[in-house]
């Protein structure tokens, strides 16, 4: 169990404005108004066309980051079905294998950059799509173990498995990768933690009560390392469709989000002290100025810190 205080992530990227400029002030705004002292960071094709503009917004403001791949692994998945670290196909096997290596290695540029831990660890998935098998991610654990022990000073980041919404005939779902009981048998035996998505472990079972769920499980078992709050819901509106990965804000800023502020506080109150980090990733209108995507974010991130965030409603 974590007797830290969990950190305080964003997943800044689904909020960010799209000029430069604007997304200098979004930064600015979440460290200066606390509303974040970490980010959860997407990696697709590397971390941007300029990583030293991306260490530059974090050094001195955002440490206890998260790099995900969940962009680039669907990403990849969309072009090559047997991509993932779970794959029984050994070519998407190996290509997943050398993916997550160069986040490793991008990981550990951006700390080198910035002088500090500004990311601590990586978030990876159990793809691809509807075959991924459960001993095919036992054995790419395996291998990146051994890989990490023959690499001279190691790795500054760890690894933490996010669960996703899980393959179901009867479940249109999104992501589609193992069930999370598959996922608990693998990090207990590889020794890492589990990150829930709020909104991915929804749209497993077209559920809002899955994810308290989930982590109250995860938390009992020793397992749960973070939760994102990132809303969904079963009808369409301004951000997708029903049931859809879209990041939805709290209800009370879009009403087709079943994530309301009990439902944060009650999986909050499941998780216990059993954190590391907790945060939130949602989208806001294309239209919203700085302002006010940093109060959508911060009446999320009020909630979870159960703190005097600045969200200026």
């Not at 979440?30 to 094709?45: C, H, K, N, S, T």
Request: glycine share 10%.
């Amino acid at each position: 169990m974590n007797t830290a205080r969990p950190a305080a992530l964003v997943g800044a990227y689904a909020a960010l404005p799209a000029l430069r400029a604007d997304q200098e002030r979004f930064y600015e705004g979440l460290a200066v108004r606390g509303i974040a002292d970490g980010l959860e960071i997407p990696f697709r094709d590397g971390l941007g066309a300029d990583v030293r503009w991306l260490a530059a917004q974090l050094r001195g403001r955002f440490t206890r980051s998260v790099i995900t791949l969940i962009p680039g692994t669907m990403m990849r998945v969309g072009a090559n079905a047997g991509f993932g670290l779970a794959s029984a196909d050994h070519d998407g096997r190996q290509a997943a294998l050398a993916f997550l290596r160069e986040a490793r290695v991008a990981a550990e540029q951006v700390n080198q950059l910035t002088g500090e831990q500004s990311v601590s660890a990586l978030h990876i998935h159990t793809a691809p799509s509807t075959t991924a098998v459960a001993e095919m991610f036992a054995r790419s654990l395996d291998e990146i173990a051994a890989s990490a022990s023959a690499a001279a000073g190691g790795w500054s980041t760890r690894l933490v498995l996010e669960h996703c919404d899980a393959y179901a005939p009867n479940v249109p779902g999104e992501k589609r990768f193992l069930p999370l009981e598959d996922e608990i048998v693998l990090a207990r035996e590889s020794g890492i933690g589990i990150a829930v998505n709020w909104g991915r472990s929804a749209i497993e079972a077209q559920d809002p009560a899955r994810p308290l769920a989930q982590i109250g499980r995860l938390a009992s078992d020793g397992l749960l390392e973070g939760v994102m709050f990132s809303g969904a819901g079963p009808t369409a509106n301004r951000y997708g469709g029903p049931w859809a990965d879209a990041h939805l804000p709290l209800t009370e800023d879009e009403p087709a989000s079943l994530m309301d502020a009990d439902e944060v506080r009650r999986c909050l109150r499941a998780a216990g002290g059993a954190l590391s980090y907790a945060g939130a990733k949602i989208q806001v209108p294309g239209d919203a100025g700085v302002d006010e995507r940093l109060a959508m974010v911060g009446r999320v991130m009020r909630l979870v810190t159960g703190s005097g965030v600045d969200a200026r409603r």
